[in-house]
């Protein structure tokens, strides 16, 4: 089988070495991709927001199987464009990605249906914003309605801080339309937990729970990044609280969906509190989580391309998916600066390979001379898988320490908290 990968980052390599395990897979062509991803697919220089020119690949190369992983493509229908074109895809809808690509839409789904969230409101005119937060309680959260890279979201502990973000995100435009309307939250307090789920728009199957470290530094301190560092399982997704979740959160999701009349079919990200109340939705993302797959499909047992195309073909209720009782760090290692400026370039020196300790390359590029070099904020995912979460993260910080660039900086309490969650 040729089987095409959309997307540059190291939840995109995570799903290549996943899908790379089946014998049947002949070539897997990533576009982008990335220096690091080049080991494992054939790169092809073709942007991951270029719909026309994937669609136009994939029929020129005999795709027999796609899976679009950025939000972005998604939200611009290019699971739509590629079935449209004769080829499978694994991914949502245009109108189903909507649960991500727009806040607004996720928020009203989730009031309509009665699925527990925080409470909000949403504004389209920023002096309207900022005068119900003239008597809104502090914290607020405020968010960009559309996709910001995941840097859409601030936590406001006063009302300056709040009257800024409405302006950056409204006025200012630093996330461009995806600001034009913002959505004013209460600030929900209890343990995070990320659940990616496989669902085929009828049938819904969780995997293994996570826990997101967003914030630059140790502490959880300094400002919001895509991510850096997991680890799963998450500890404080009890078996009451998946319980809960499957009841009032994941299968109403999925049936409201479908009810609204976009089915949802792919990799269903929850962002989930648990808070004294019980569990409630944070956020919705229409695919995997960047860097909670770096350490979900590390324990996956089961064949993922099996569960793509039942996902795709609406088989899951029939498709086993099964993950090992072990868990899994995974420590970001990023360059100096990030999130905001910083410099690239620097040869890269890799820890080999081994069955307990993967690196997954989010920013990378091939130098002239095939060196890996430097060509993000994040750079590297270090995964180390164990039989506990204690020995998960030794492991993963020991093969940090050996892999070496310029400029490098993690954080060194990943899984500190989860740890604590634990008892240990």
Known sequence: MNILVIGSGGREHAIIKALKKNQEVKTIYALPGNGGIAKDAAC??????????????????????????????????????LEAAGVPSFGPTKAAARIEASKVFAKELMEKYGIPTAKCRVFSDPAAAKAYLQSA????????????????????HTLAE????VSDMMENKVFGESGSRVVIEEFLEGPEVSVLAFTDGKTLKPMVSSMDHKRALDGDKGLNTGGMGTIAPNPYYTKEVARRCMDEIFLPTIRAMEKEGCPFKGCLYFGLMVTKDG???????????????????????????????????????????????????CVVMASQGYPQKYRTGYPITLTPDT?????????????????????????????????????????AYAAVEKTRFENAFYRRDIGKRALSGEGN
């Open 137 to 156: 309680a502090l914290p607020a959260v405020i968010k960009a309605d559309g996709l910001a890279l995941g840097k859409g979201v601030i936590i406001a």
């Open 162 to 165: 709040a009257e800024a973000a």
């Open 44 to 81: 092809v220089p073709i942007g991951a927001k270029d719909i026309d020119g994937i669609v136009k690949f994939a029929a020129e190369n005999k795709i027999d199987f796609a899976v679009v992983a950025p939000d972005d493509p998604l939200a611009l229908g290019a699971v739509d464009a």
């Open 355 to 395: 069955d307990e300790i993967t690196t997954y390359v989010a920013g990378a590029k091939t130098g002239e001379n095939g060196e890996l070099l430097t060509g993000g904020g994040r750079v590297l995912g270090v995964t180390a898988r164990a039989d506990t979460l204690k020995s998960a993260i030794e492991k």
């Open 279 to 329: 569990p409630r939705v944070i956020e919705y993302n229409c695919r995997f989580g960047d860097p909670e797959t770096q350490v979900v499909l590390p324990l996956l047992k089961s064949d993922l391309l099996s569960i793509m195309q039942a996902v795709r073909n609406e088989t899951l209720d029939t498709c086993p998916v099964e993950f090992s009782d072990g868990a899994a760090c």
